[in-house]
């Protein structure tokens, strides 16, 4: 466990080299948000609450959503194919650890780097210079929990695409198609609120929810009851076992196929 | 007590058969015409603790996937492998711990980070004590004097500094045995011999086993005591270096360029050199590359000193260059049956 620990710490220190890209992230956001200011103000012209949200609420949900796609966005999927493409992952294959794990915990230092570095200044930045309207609730203290199982769940979709490359060396298109299955599915762009309800219906049912919709709708409404929040909760563990577990079964079967350039 | 044990291991891979230009690729793309590539193919030795071990080849002999299959990366299609009696492919994480690893083209460093934090990484995943790190810094520090490369960042340093850095890391963890395939590869001659002197110093002083793979046959007689020559997957020679010495260490090659070269040149010189120093003189003339002949000689047998005085007032020679004979070479003199 130490040494995954040290893969944390040697992250976040590479997240540090490249601060000076921080800063562009925390601008391209910024426009983000106020676009979809404008947007939502104009949905909601004339109306205080469409699908059981507010103006509040919903830009809440948005740049909420917006920001923690930054943070989520580790580009795990990519490292990795890299690494399998050019044969840098026998290096790794040499040293007394996991490869999972190792993933995951230098994806959780790069994660960190960018928490203190984007996230939290745009949390501030919503607050303060936006004034967005917050409610206070119990909510709250299930969101940070519901994040980090949120990222656990992205991280196990990243690890398995990211493991095709495995068999089909070049992860572009598969990573381009689980970005939007993602953003879209997840109501990570959009509230499910706002989809049909057949449609919602379903996407219950799925893995995406439990990577935004979740956390975001523990913010955006949190004064329910403590039930409610746990039962979220319960959902999201879940699918982040199942998710764990298949992309480990992946692991096994692709590992076979490796074969590594040089003789 | 055999450290490492190999009896008939074999990998073989399934390779799809690419076809030529964009119509090609397209076609590959639905294509299920693959052919089997034997790249070991029913190897089999024993190496005991202390052991430096040159195992050697021409590109593609299969060398990088031996060492693949002795680290675990690579599982055998078939036969034996065991490490320190278990499988090192089924035990892989307990395995890598008394196992140390340098890929000479690529780095276990990070990149972007000061040397010093790779090392603390390392300290971390083979949970190094605290002052075993000290002191080993602190040795290779003495051997080939790293402390101002510690903060430096990887990607600022050169191929040799790197390389450096590499092998210390591999060491860190006083492991049993060290694979180091091509740790000299593309390295100038000062930083080879130092490179060279501390794998020597680091296997005297903790009699950590060696298996060198490497394409410079200088690496495999400043530190080898025993050699493994293999080729397409399998091995032709398993013994004492001193044998094969004689292969290489007495074999130079005479490059010449010699003005208006044409297929007769090389008739000729070849009939001179045979009129001049009898039948078995131990010399062959052959054409490798362009606008070079390479004469290569047998010392044992004929002076080189002579066969150069004697081309150069017979032939037009343009260009001379002398240089050590190539693995190729040792390898086809292998075949030819040179060491029976």
Same mark, same amino acid.
């Given at each position: 466990?130490?040494?995954?620990?040290? +893969?944390?710490?040697?992250?976040?220190?590479?997240?540090?080299?490249?601060?000076?890209?921080?800063?562009?992230?925390?601008?391209?956001?910024?426009?983000?948000?106020?676009?979809?200011?404008?947007?939502?103000?104009?949905?909601?012209?004339?109306?205080?609450?469409?699908?059981?949200?507010?103006?509040?609420?919903?830009?809440?949900?948005?740049?909420?959503?917006?920001?923690? +796609?930054?943070?989520?966005?580790?580009?795990?999927?990519?490292?990795?194919?890299?690494?399998?493409?050019?044969? *840098?992952?026998?290096?790794?294959? *040499?040293?007394?650890?996991?490869?999972?794990?190792?993933?995951?915990?230098?994806?959780?230092?790069?994660?960190?780097?960018?928490?203190?570095?984007?996230?939290?200044?745009?949390?501030?930045?919503?607050?303060?210079?936006?004034?967005?309207?917050?409610?206070?609730?119990?909510?709250?203290?299930?969101?940070?929990?519901?994040?980090?199982?949120?990222?656990?769940?992205?991280?196990?979709?990243?690890?398995?695409?990211?493991?095709?490359?495995?068999?089909?060396?070049?992860?572009?298109?598969?990573?381009? *198609?689980?970005?939007?299955?993602?953003?879209?599915?997840?109501?990570?762009?959009?509230?499910?609120? +706002?989809?049909?309800?057949?449609?919602?219906?379903?996407?219950?049912?799925?893995?995406?929810?439990?990577?935004?919709? *979740?956390?975001?709708?523990?913010?955006?409404?949190?004064?329910?009851?403590?039930?409610? +929040?746990?039962?979220?909760?319960?959902?999201?563990?879940?699918?982040?076992?199942?998710?764990?577990?298949?992309?480990?079964?992946?692991?096994?079967?692709?590992?076979?196929?490796?074969?590594?350039?040089?003789? | 007590?055999?450290?490492?044990?190999?009896?008939?291991?074999?990998?073989?891979?399934?390779?799809?058969? #690419?076809?030529?230009?964009?119509?090609?690729?397209?076609?590959?793309?639905?294509?299920?015409?693959?052919?089997?590539?034997?790249?070991?193919?029913?190897?089999?030795?024993?190496?005991?603790?202390?052991?430096?071990?040159?195992?050697?080849?021409?590109?593609?002999?299969?060398?990088?996937?031996?060492?693949?299959?002795?680290?675990?990366?690579?599982?055998?299609?078939?036969?034996?492998?065991?490490?320190?009696?278990?499988?090192?492919?089924?035990?892989?994480?307990?395995?890598?711990?008394?196992?140390?690893?340098?890929?000479?083209?690529?780095?276990?460093?990070?990149?972007?980070?000061?040397?010093?934090?790779?090392?603390?990484?390392?300290?971390?995943?083979?949970?190094?004590?605290? #002052?075993?790190?000290?002191?080993?810094?602190?040795?290779?520090?003495?051997?080939?004097?790293?402390?101002?490369?510690?903060?430096?960042?990887?990607?600022?340093?050169?191929?040799?500094?790197?390389?450096?850095?590499?092998?210390?890391?591999?060491?860190?963890?006083?492991?049993?045995?060290?694979?180091?395939?091509?740790?000299?590869?593309?390295?100038?001659?000062?930083?080879?011999?130092?490179? #060279?002197?501390?794998?020597?110093?680091?296997?005297?002083?903790?009699?950590?086993?060696?298996?060198?793979?490497?394409?410079?046959?200088?690496?495999?007689?400043?530190?080898?005591?025993?050699?493994?020559?293999?080729?397409?997957?399998?091995?032709?020679?398993?013994?004492?270096?001193?044998?094969?010495?004689?292969?290489?260490?007495?074999?130079?090659?005479?490059?010449?360029?010699?003005?208006?070269?044409?297929?007769?040149?090389?008739?000729?010189?070849?009939?001179?050199?045979?009129?001049?120093?009898?039948?078995?003189?131990?010399?062959?003339?052959?054409?490798?590359?362009?606008?070079?002949?390479?004469?290569?000689?047998?010392?044992?047998?004929?002076?080189?000193?002579?066969?150069?005085?004697?081309?150069?007032?017979?032939?037009?020679?343009?260009?001379?260059?002398?240089?050590?004979?190539?693995?190729?070479?040792?390898?086809?003199?292998?075949?030819?049956?040179?060491?029976?």
């Amino acid at each position: 466990m130490r040494g995954y620990i040290a +893969f944390i710490r040697g992250a976040m220190l590479v997240g540090v080299v490249y601060r000076l890209g921080f800063l562009f992230t925390i601008l391209g956001n910024i426009v983000y948000i106020i676009i979809a200011y404008f947007l939502w103000r104009s949905i909601y012209s004339g109306s205080d609450s469409i699908n059981g949200l507010t103006f509040d609420q919903a830009l809440l949900y948005v740049a909420l959503g917006s920001t923690m +796609f930054i943070l989520l966005k580790t580009y795990t999927d990519w490292g990795m194919a890299g690494e399998i493409r050019d044969g *840098t992952i026998s290096i790794y294959l *040499t040293k007394p650890i996991d490869y999972q794990l190792y993933n995951f915990f230098t994806t959780i230092g790069f994660a960190s780097t960018s928490l203190v570095t984007v996230t939290l200044p745009t949390v501030l930045m919503l607050l303060f210079v936006f004034r967005i309207h917050i409610a206070f609730g119990v909510g709250y203290l299930f969101f940070p929990v519901s994040l980090l199982i949120a990222f656990i769940i992205g991280f196990n979709f990243d690890y398995a695409v990211g493991l095709m490359a495995f068999y089909t060396e070049s992860i572009w298109g598969i990573s381009i *198609t689980k970005e939007i299955f993602i953003s879209v599915l997840s109501g990570a762009l959009l509230p499910l609120q +706002f989809f049909p309800a057949a449609i919602q219906q379903i996407l219950m049912w799925l893995p995406f929810q439990a990577i935004y919709y *979740t956390p975001l709708m523990m913010v955006t409404k949190p004064d329910q009851e403590v039930g409610v +929040f746990l039962q979220m909760l319960a959902v999201q563990i879940a699918w982040a076992v199942v998710t764990y577990f298949l992309s480990r079964m992946l692991y096994n079967q692709a590992i076979k196929v490796l074969r590594v350039a040089g003789g | 007590m055999t450290l490492i044990h190999l009896k008939d291991l074999a990998k073989h891979f399934k390779i799809l058969n #690419r076809h030529e230009g964009l119509k090609g690729a397209v076609r590959d793309l639905f294509s299920g015409d693959y052919r089997t590539v034997k790249a070991v193919d029913g190897i089999s030795f024993d190496i005991e603790p202390g052991e430096i071990v040159g195992y050697i080849g021409p590109n593609g002999a299969g060398k990088s996937t031996t060492i693949k299959m002795m680290t675990g990366i690579l599982k055998p299609s078939g036969g034996v492998i065991q490490v320190n009696g278990l499988s090192p492919y089924d035990n892989r994480i307990h395995q890598a711990m008394i196992m140390g690893v340098v890929f000479g083209q690529r780095t276990q460093l990070w990149w972007d980070l000061p040397v010093i934090e790779s090392f603390k990484i390392l300290k971390e995943i083979y949970k190094v004590d605290q #002052r075993m790190f000290d002191d080993h810094l602190g040795m290779f520090n003495e051997l080939v004097g790293l402390k101002a490369l510690f903060t430096q960042q990887v990607r600022t340093l050169s191929l040799g500094q790197r390389m450096l850095c590499d092998i210390t890391a591999s060491f860190l963890h006083n492991p049993q045995v060290v694979f180091l395939d091509e740790p000299t590869i593309g390295l100038d001659i000062s930083i080879k011999a130092k490179i #060279r002197s501390l794998i020597l110093e680091l296997n005297r002083t903790r009699n950590t086993t060696i298996i060198l793979t490497t394409h410079d046959l200088g690496d495999v007689e400043a530190l080898c005591r025993r050699i493994i020559i293999i080729d397409k997957g399998k091995i032709l020679y398993d013994g004492d270096i001193k044998k094969v010495n004689a292969l290489f260490g007495a074999y130079r090659t005479l490059k010449l360029q010699i003005k208006d070269y044409s297929d007769a040149t090389l008739a000729a010189l070849q009939e001179r050199l045979t009129g001049r120093f009898g039948a078995a003189h131990g010399i062959t003339v052959a054409q490798t590359e362009e606008y070079w002949t390479d004469v290569t000689i047998d010392q044992a047998r004929t002076p080189l000193a002579d066969v150069l005085g004697f081309i150069m007032s017979n032939f037009p020679v343009a260009d001379v260059r002398i240089v050590e004979i190539s693995m190729e070479n040792v390898v086809r003199k292998v075949y030819d049956g040179a060491l029976q």
